[in-house]
């Protein structure tokens, strides 16, 4: 049996397969790069309870955000050992290959990533052939969910659009001027603060304010991550993550903009990338 985890910040699908059926779950996410051991053996132990027998997996393929060398995967590896203790083969991954494998197998294309964070890259042969840094919610991660909610609550608070708006925005989300200072400044999780304010702008979407900041973030993805890299034209783009899912439309908008052509957006890449081991891997 072999398990995969596509793991974000704020939730982690999970898969297990025999190599013919596939059952998926999911839990709460986490950063491998600034969670530590401890709140990442608690997350991955509560959420394979009672969907996994952990004695039963002896290869696991792990995708995550920082998962590209160094300390974040070899702390992920530890993790998964000591709860899967019969695993024989512990694989970590990018999140950005994941993306890859998930939207074009074995093809290549330009893959994406928008979700509370940003990312993307030229895929080649299963791989991250090149990209351009993301660089997080406070350098870059335009177009995702934390920058999103960044440029909503300085437009809000910094008299760009109407009073009205705020209201209608502190009503809604039951927040204030100062629980967002504290969401932003005090929280552990400040992009997933800022991520969560976005379900807010998707309901009133048909106000042209809120598509112009959605419009507008996809527009520098576009012009900071998709138009820099090195690629063949020829090359497709694909994305993956709610954000993109979410403002499907929005983004093909942006797409056109800028020339190009999206050929696919998936909200949860989990299914295609156990497709992809199944297909892959010899049994």
């Given amino acids: 049996m072999f398990l995969i985890a596509d793991c974000g910040a704020t939730k982690c699908d999970w898969a297990v397969s025999d190599g013919n059926n596939v059952n998926t779950f999911s839990g709460n996410g986490f950063n491998p790069i600034n969670a530590t051991e401890e709140v990442m053996e608690a997350v991955v132990g509560q959420t394979i309870m009672g969907n996994v027998d952990p004695g039963t997996i002896d290869e696991i393929h792990f995708y995550g955000a920082g998962c590209i060398g160094g300390d974040a995967s070899e702390r992920v590896r530890r993790v998964l050992a000591k709860v899967f203790h019969a695993a024989q083969e512990i694989n970590t991954y990018s999140d950005l290959v994941g993306a890859g494998r998930a939207l074009f197998k074995t093809d290549n294309g330009i893959a994406a990533i928008l979700g509370t964070g940003c990312n993307s890259g030229v895929y080649v042969d299963g791989e991250i052939a090149e990209h351009i840094p993301p660089m997080g919610y406070i350098l870059g991660d335009e177009g995702s969910g934390a920058s999103i909610g960044k440029r909503l609550v300085n437009a809000i608070y910094k008299h760009e659009i109407q009073d009205s708006y705020r209201q209608m925005f502190e009503r809604e989300c039951m927040l204030s001027y100062d629980d967002v200072i504290y ?30 900041i959605v419009l507008t973030e996809f527009d520098l993805f576009f012009n900071r991550n998709i138009i820099r890299l090195n690629r063949p034209k020829n090359f497709t783009i694909g994305f993956v993550g709610g954000i993109a899912y ?38």
């Fill in 183 to 212: 969401g932003v400044y005090r929280n552990d999780s400040p992009a997933q603060f800022l991520a969560s304010l976005v379900p807010f702008i998707h309901d009133h979407i048909s106000d042209n304010i809120f598509r112009n």
């Fill in 246 to 283: 979410n403002f499907a439309e929005i983004l093909k908008d942006a797409a056109r903009f800028h020339g190009l052509s999206i050929y696919s957006i998936l909200q949860r890449p989990i299914q295609r990338l156990a497709e992809y081991h199944n297909e892959t891997k010899k049994f």
